[in-house]
């Protein structure tokens, strides 16, 4: 299945900047700067995170019950898109661990196919 998501107005910048981002980065989660783990533990991330999953609950790849939003625009490079219920995308545990890989890889969002 191809992707089929809306892009914020401003995502295409920020997109622009992705790929050299992920070859040059062996960026994790636990070495994130402390702006992000802020902001990913607001009360403000939780209600948009509840939000956006339930009014998607499925995975966009494989229709599984969806259990992570990924950021279209990685939050390390674009944290002001870090909210915006356009730049998540409701995933199931292994398609996102998928998507970043294929990420990794240089491919982009709308080049992926995730069975």
Known sequence: MIFKIKKPKNLKTAQAFEADSLKNRNWKKDKEPPELKKMRSSSRWQKIREMKLSSEP?????????????????????????????????????????????????????????N
Request: aromatic share 6%.
């Open 58 to 114: 499925l995975c966009r790849s494989c229709r599984r019950p969806a259990e992570h939003l990924h950021h279209i625009a990685m939050a390390i490079n674009s944290p002001e898109l870090f909210f915006e219920l356009d730049n998540l995308l409701p995933l199931c545990e292994d398609c996102h661990v998928k998507v970043h890989s294929a990420l990794r890889r240089g491919l982009t969002i709308e080049d992926m196919f995730l």
